[in-house]
T-cell receptor
């Protein structure tokens, strides 16, 4: 079935450290993997995405890597700052004639000053 | 601001009632998605409409229905409401049929069923 597993569920780091969140997906035909950041009571906001024709993408302090063979992808945040504290969701687009996204359960990231 | 609007922001109602949530996509976007976010379930896909046509359905209850109108706004109707329907309901829009287009989320409607 369609499933995305996300780990860890909570992550606490010191300011300036790196944070890594990992996701695995079940649909081998999935070809689009966005990451969303959600602050308390707010809407999810896209922070980075990757398509299946590339293995890595970077945007300043944020990077995403994709391993299609193993069906997993990861979010890397370097030089974390307190404003990075939020819930992060990974997602995978399932195969078919739709942009339907299956989301992971979320990771609560706390960056301690 | 993503450009996606949702009304109302908050809705408080009683069990057994019916409510309608409204979503206006970003200008030029043809796809609208509905997601439900409850505390223990994360973000769950409900339904996808593209240019007025239903494209995909998730585990949407039979008590829930949706449609997309010719002006591309969408409505999600929830009937015979139960306590467990209390959640944040988000809509998102994307430019085209959705395949790998970015989905932009609206601010959500918080539904509380008492």
């Amino acid at each position: 079935g369609e499933n995305v597993e996300q780990h860890p569920s909570t992550l606490s780091v010191q300011e300036g450290d790196s944070a890594v969140i990992k996701c695995t997906y079940s649909d081998s035909a999935s070809n689009y993997f966005p990451w969303y950041k959600q602050e308390l009571g707010k809407r999810p906001q896209l922070i980075i995405d990757i398509r299946s024709n590339v293995g890595e993408k970077k945007d300043q302090r944020i990077a995403v890597t994709l391993n299609k063979t193993a069906k997993h992808f990861s979010l890397h945040i370097t030089e974390t700052q307190p404003e990075d504290s939020a819930v992060y969701f990974c997602a995978a687009r399932i195969s078919g004639n739709t942009g339907k996204l299956i989301f992971g359960q979320g990771t609560t990231l706390q960056v301690k000053p | 601001d993503s450009g996606v609007t949702q009304t109302p922001k908050h809705l408080i109602t009683a069990t057994g009632q019916r409510v309608t949530l409204r979503c206006s996509p970003r200008s030029g976007d043809l796809s609208v998605y509905w997601y439900q976010q409850s505390l223990d379930q994360g973000l769950q896909f409900l339904i996808h409409y593209y240019n007025g046509e239903e494209r995909a359905k998730g585990n949407i209850l039979e008590r829930f229905s949706a449609q997309q109108f010719p002006d591309l706004h969408s409505e999600l109707n929830l009937s015979s409401l139960e306590l467990g329907d209390s959640a944040l309901y988000f809509c998102a829009s994307s430019r085209a049929g959705g395949f790998t287009d970015t989905q932009y989320f609206g601010p959500g409607t918080r539904l509380t069923v008492l």
